[in-house]
């Protein structure tokens, strides 16, 4: 046995409804489902921790109602939820139980962990669970969720509860081996893409779109998502096949292996040659993960409002040295109605990116509506982002002129510092400004916490 086999790791690991009831009987998968328990709890013996995100609630309520079909309405899906949410965790209980395995379900939606306590809280929660020896079974609480507050898929469950715990590792189990660059089961040529350092350039590889089932709500794309935010987070994301769901251990041990190979190679000292590659795709983690704060605001958390900036404060945003944080001098304008301390989208205007150079000219009345978007403020000559004040006075303002969301595109997102009235009055403002104009100054800040997920065009960024 390698050393590093047992090296503890925090794993979570995704149960899509195809790996948990069978598509056209609904009955549930029973072998399935008792090797992954089995393979849960040898993992456990290997001092690893861990969490599973199980589906299945509705495909379970459908056996139980008897109802051939998912249904279209949400209140009919949530009811099957119901019903089949306590038989799954009965099931689980009822399996793990046989190994003397104690499990927790843990529900969740997005709105519970887009509150900053209710996240820790959770976090806390998972985390006292996993070193009590539990192994949590997490799903989303779809009694409760409307589409507002949904995660939508487990998939990206998945990835945020990743985030949320540190994994190491997160594993999301379906009934394909890996992505592949087609429909494997129509296409004999699909090639299975080993592993993946860029998601960006990995969508334009594969196709996507025939390898959902009818009763879960993922499939390939929302796998890419998942993996998305999971490798932002640093963790490293594998799709394989829950039909073998011990390959997991060979995977792991796979990795661990090529690591210590890597090392002793740079130190010129002898190394065994891993092991035959088990059949998986590894999508790489971030070298520079997002964690805690950066990844809740990025990932859980729905933007009340936008603030858009110039293409100067796209570009210093874009630099590590910012540190995320944006000052009044690069915002042009702000869309929505938001309050300080809520998530908000950072956007330029689609244009040409010339927004820095343009000089902003209106006030929003009242509050502009999601889809609108009001360039904000007086008609000084304000600065861009070089954060120059030309005039200290705030004059009367014009009326605004409206964009579309098709007028702007999302390059990040943040926390806002100060209410989007308060921004939009010291839009374009040298920070030694604002408590002139506000009547206090809590930060000289007007987003902070900044994850810019889309940077400059190569030849804006200089
Ligand atoms: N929360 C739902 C599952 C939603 C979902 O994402 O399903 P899947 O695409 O099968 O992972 C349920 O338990 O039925």
């Known amino acids: 046995m390698s050393p590093t086999r047992t090296t ?31 393979t849960v709890v040898n993992l456990r013996k290997q001092g690893h921790k861990i969490v599973l995100v199980s589906s299945g609630a509705i495909g379970v309520g459908l056996k139980r109602m008897n109802v051939a079909r998912k249904p279209k309405s949400l209140a009919g899906k949530q009811a099957l939820a119901a019903i089949g949410q306590g038989r799954l965790i009965a099931l689980y209980d009822e399996l793990f139980g046989h190994l003397e395995q104690p499990i927790a379900q843990v529900l969740l939606t997005r709105g519970d962990i887009s509150d900053r306590t209710r996240y ?21 609480n779809d009694t409760i969720s409307v589409s507002e507050i949904k995660f939508g898929d487990n998939d990206t469950l998945s990835a945020i509860t990743s985030s949320m715990i540190h994994a190491d590792y997160l594993f999301l189990l379906t009934d394909v081996d890996g992505l592949y660059t087609a429909n494997p089961r129509k296409d004999p040529n699909a090639k299975q893409i080993e592993v993946v350092t860029s998601i960006s350039a990995i969508r334009s590889q594969v196709s996507t779109t025939t390898l959902g089932s009818s ?25 394989t096949s829950s039909k073998r769901p011990e390959i997991m251990f060979t995977i792991i041990e796979y990795h661990n292996s090529l690591s210590v190979s890597t090392l002793a190679a740079e130190s010129s000292e002898e190394f065994t040659i891993p092991l035959i590659r088990p059949p998986h795709t590894v999508f790489m983690p971030s070298l520079t993960p997002m ?75 009242r509050p502009a509506s999601p889809r609108r978007l009001s360039i904000a403020i007086g008609t000084l000559s304000r600065s861009s982002s070089s954060g120059n004040l030309e005039s200290p006075d705030i004059e009367a303002v014009s009326p605004s002129p409206q964009l579309g969301e098709d007028d702007v595109i999302e390059v990040g997102r943040g926390l806002a510092m100060y209410n989007y009235a308060q921004i939009s009055k010291i839009r374009g403002l040298n920070s030694s400004h604002l408590a002139q104009v506000l009547g206090y100054a809590d930060s000289e800040y007007v987003v902070e916490n900044i994850t810019i997920r889309v940077p400059p065009r190569p030849t804006e960024a200089k």
């Open 8 to 38: 503890p790791c925090t794993i979570v690991i995704k149960l899509g409804t195809s790996s948990i009831v069978h598509e056209e009987t609904h009955q549930p998968l029973l072998s399935t489902l008792s090797s992954v328990v089995e």
């Open 120 to 140: 820790l809280n959770a976090v806390n929660t998972l985390n006292e669970l996993l070193s009590m020896g539990v192994v949590p079974i997490v799903n989303e």
């Open 215 to 239: 009763l879960g709500t993922g499939g390939m794309e929302t796998k890419i998502i998942a993996a998305e935010i999971a490798t932002g987070a640093g963790v490293t994301t594998v799709i």
């Open 291 to 365: 964690r805690d704060l950066k990844a809740w605001t990025s990932h859980t958390l729905f933007p009340a409002g936008s603030v858009v900036i110039d293409a100067g404060a796209h570009r210093v945003l874009s630099r590590r040295e910012s540190g995320g944080r944006l000052l009044a001098a690069g915002v042009v304008g702000v869309m929505g109605a938001f309050a300080s301390g809520q998530a908000v989208r950072i956007v330029v205007r689609a244009s040409d990116g010339d927004s820095a150079t343009e000089t902003p000219s209106a006030q929003p009345s």
